[in-house]
C-alpha cells in the first residue's frame, strides 16, 4: 500500500501517518523530519536546507526529490506525508511508483493557527513525541471543532522517554503564516493536478476531532478502496 497524506501544516497529518504506521506496518516517510534531523546532525543536507526551514519556505525540488526517491525505492508500503508539494515534485514521484490513495485532511486557517501555535515536540531527536496544549470546542462555517489537548502525563515532559518539550522553531506564530500561505499557493496546484489526473482517489476527511476518529475515517476510506480490510 503506497498513500500520500495532505493537509496543511497543524492539521496533524504526521500523528495520523504514525498512527498508520502502527496499525499497517506502513514505513512512514516525513520530508519535514528528514529534513529536521539532518540539520540537528549538522550534516551535508541539513546545513543545505537549514535557511529554506527558518524561513518557511520551500526547500528547492531537486534536493527533496533526490532525498524522497533514495528512501522509497526498495519500499512496499509507505505513507508520504509532506511531500510531494510542488507539481513537478508529483511528476517525479508519478514516474517512479503507483500511489494507491491519497488522503486529504481540511481544515479552518483559524484553528490550524490556534493548533499550530500550541504545538510541543519532544526535544529529542530520536523520539517523535507530540503533544499539544490548546482546547478547542467552535463552530466555523459550519463545522463543529472538538479538538481537546493532548498533554503530557508529568508536567511539559515527553511520556515517551522524559526529555523536555519544546516548541519547533517554525511553530512561532511569525512563521506559521508564512507556512499557511506556502502550503495554499504551493500545494493546491499538485492537488489540482492529482484531481485533474483522476488518479489515484482521494480520501478526504476533516480535522474536526481527536486524532483516533480522524484515523477511524481514514480507515474506513482505506477500506472503501479495498486496500485493507
Ligand atoms: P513540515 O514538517 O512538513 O511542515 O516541513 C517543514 C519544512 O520542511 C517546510 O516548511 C519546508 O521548508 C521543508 N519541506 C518539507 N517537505 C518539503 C517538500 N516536499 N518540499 C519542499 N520543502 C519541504
Known amino acids: 500500500?503506497?498513500?500520500?497524506?495532505?493537509?496543511?501544516?497543524?492539521?496533524?497529518?504526521?500523528?495520523?501517518?504514525?498512527?498508520?504506521?502502527?496499525?499497517?506496518?506502513?514505513e512512514k516517510i516525513s520530508t519535514g523530519d528528514i529534513f529536521r534531523e539532518e540539520i540537528k546532525k549538522g550534516s551535508e543536507?541539513?546545513?543545505?536546507?537549514?535557511?529554506?526551514?527558518?524561513?518557511?519556505?520551500?526547500?528547492?525540488?531537486?534536493i527533496v526529490i533526490e532525498v524522497v526517491i533514495e528512501k522509497i525505492k526498495n519500499l512496499e508500503k509507505f505513507i508520504l506525508d509532506g511531500f510531494p508539494r510542488t507539481v513537478d515534485q508529483a511528476k517525479a514521484l508519478d514516474s517512479m511508483v503507483n500511489i494507491d490513495a491519497i488522503i486529504k485532511i481540511n481544515a479552518h486557517p483559524e484553528i490550524l493557527v490556534e493548533?499550530?501555535?500550541?504545538?510541543r515536540i519532544c526535544s529529542n531527536p530520536k523520539c517523535d513525541g507530540n503533544y499539544n496544549v490548546a482546547?478547542?470546542?467552535?463552530?466555523?462555517?459550519?463545522?463543529?471543532?472538538?479538538?481537546?489537548p493532548l498533554l503530557p502525563k508529568n508536567d511539559m515532559k515527553c511520556d515517551k522517554c522524559g526529555s523536555p518539550l519544546i516548541q519547533r522553531d517554525d511553530d512561532k506564530p511569525s512563521v506559521i503564516?508564512?507556512?499557511?500561505?506556502?502550503?495554499?499557493?504551493?500545494?493546491?496546484?499538485?492537488?489540482?493536478?492529482?484531481?485533474?489526473?483522476?488518479k489515484p482517489p482521494f480520501i478526504e476527511i476533516w480535522m474536526s476531532r481527536p486524532p483516533e476518529q480522524v484515523v477511524e475515517k481514514i480507515v474506513e476510506g482505506l477500506r472503501k478502496l479495498n486496500l485493507v480490510k
Do not use: H, N
Open 1 to 26: 500500500m503506497k498513500l500520500i497524506i495532505f493537509g496543511p501544516p497543524g492539521s496533524g497529518k504526521g500523528t495520523y501517518s504514525s498512527k498508520l504506521k502502527e496499525k499497517f506496518g506502513l
Open 45 to 62: 543536507l541539513g546545513k543545505k536546507v537549514e535557511k529554506y526551514l527558518r524561513e518557511g519556505k520551500l526547500v528547492p525540488d531537486d
Open 115 to 119: 493548533k499550530i501555535s500550541a504545538r
Open 135 to 148: 482546547d478547542i470546542r467552535k463552530v466555523i462555517d459550519g463545522v463543529e471543532y472538538i479538538l481537546p
Open 177 to 198: 503564516m508564512d507556512r499557511l500561505k506556502v502550503y495554499e499557493e504551493q500545494t493546491k496546484p499538485v492537488i489540482d493536478y492529482y484531481l485533474k489526473k483522476k
